[in-house]
DNA sequence: TAGATTGTTAATCGATTAACAATC
DNA sequence: TAGATTGTTAATCGATTAACAATC
């Protein structure tokens, strides 16, 4: 399996490469990503060997096929299920994202959240009650949650979703939970990329 | 100046000697730190001795002690005054975190948005428009943004941003763009990190 | 003292870069 | 052909880990 930061160099490919392409641009030399990206014009062509990516010497490489390759790698071809778990702001916010996500093959089929007020089950995309939960990843076979419940409700919401045998949890609040054998936890703690920036911009 | 990867580990350190902290312990192992995040003791006795950080061989470490020695080095003795560019769904979700990041010496001090019915300069945070980025920034000393507005306002807004010479930008659109000489830009990408869980789960 | 933990050095590991032969 | 770029190897760099003397 190849490392974090190469996936992540593999997605920042793929989104420059997109607005190359919808700028009219057919082929790119190796020189040309690794100035957009900051980085050097070794590495990139060290990943594309990596991923199977090959050029020709001539007009460096094909924008169409190093797209297509990527897409093949990150698994494009199927859609993936997703749940939403608690509604509030960031959770409606992450339901704007729908567009985007369905474009890559990502797709959020339902939110749970506690407050009556929240749950609609008639919705394009239905919300339910989280005493739902559990019963809804077993019988729909979901396999991604995105969790943005408040920082009270995060510890039984993690653990609803690993006993439900989830495989992969995007985490928006400040627990921290580690993966387990079953369960890859991502977490987004947006106060420590706060103070992330913040330290290097004084350290600059 | 130290990598990212260890400034991430000192906010990780941080997060969780809190925990430790509110549930009465007062001194902690190397070892059980390291265990708690899923790394090794070496690393995290490293890391201290980097950060000057001192325990005994009796005891291990201070809580306290480490937690004051982590607020000086990220430079929680002042306060950083920060704005919102966008309050949409995600601007006003970032407004909620309010309360956690005063905690952190981290200040909200304004939103801006071109829609009429968001303004609210009399609100406790107030919203002005956007056509006032530019200004507000020179007489207020600003120094970091959060750039959370629709992908068409993307381009227009960071480019003011860093006219006006701001430090730091955490970005929530999906424009990429790279650190100039005087602003470092902190990217958040939700998609990226989503498609990323699921590579990891699909080639665990 | 015996046992456990820190602090630090040297060894290891892995990722990036430099360099260049092969190729178009 | 001359010039430019890929693909790949070896060298470099930096981060992590293992090991252990010093210390409590």
Redo the contacts with the bound molecule.
């Keep these: 399996m190849?490392?974090a930061?190469?996936i992540n160099?593999l997605l920042n490919y793929k989104t420059f490469l997109y607005q190359l392409r919808s700028l009219g641009f057919i082929k790119?030399?190796?020189?040309n990503i690794a100035d957009a990206l900051g980085?050097?014009?070794?590495?990139v062509?060290?990943?594309?060997?990596v991923f199977g990516?090959?050029?020709?010497?001539?007009?460096?490489?094909e924008i169409e096929k190093i797209l297509e390759k990527i897409q093949e790698i990150l698994g494009k071809d199927t859609v993936q299920k997703i749940i939403i778990v608690g509604v509030g702001r960031i959770g409606t916010a992450l339901l704007e994202y729908k567009k985007g996500f369905d474009k890559e093959g990502i797709k959020i089929v339902a939110g749970f959240d506690i407050d009556p007020a929240t749950i609609d089950p008639e919705a394009e995309i239905p919300v339910y009650s989280t005493s739902l939960l559990y019963d809804y990843i077993q019988d729909n076979h979901i396999q991604f949650a995105i969790v943005s419940v408040p920082e009270s409700a995060a510890q039984q919401t993690l653990e609803t979703l690993k006993a439900a045998h989830i495989y992969g949890i995007l985490n928006f609040t400040t627990l921290r939970l580690k993966n387990t054998e079953e369960t890859i936890i991502s977490n987004i703690n947006i106060e420590h990329e706060l103070s992330r920036l913040i330290y290097f911009v004084k350290n600059r």
């Design positions: 190849e490392s930061e190469r160099r790119v030399f190796s020189d980085i050097s014009a070794s590495l062509r060290k990943d594309f060997g990516i090959v050029g020709s010497q001539k007009g460096g490489y």
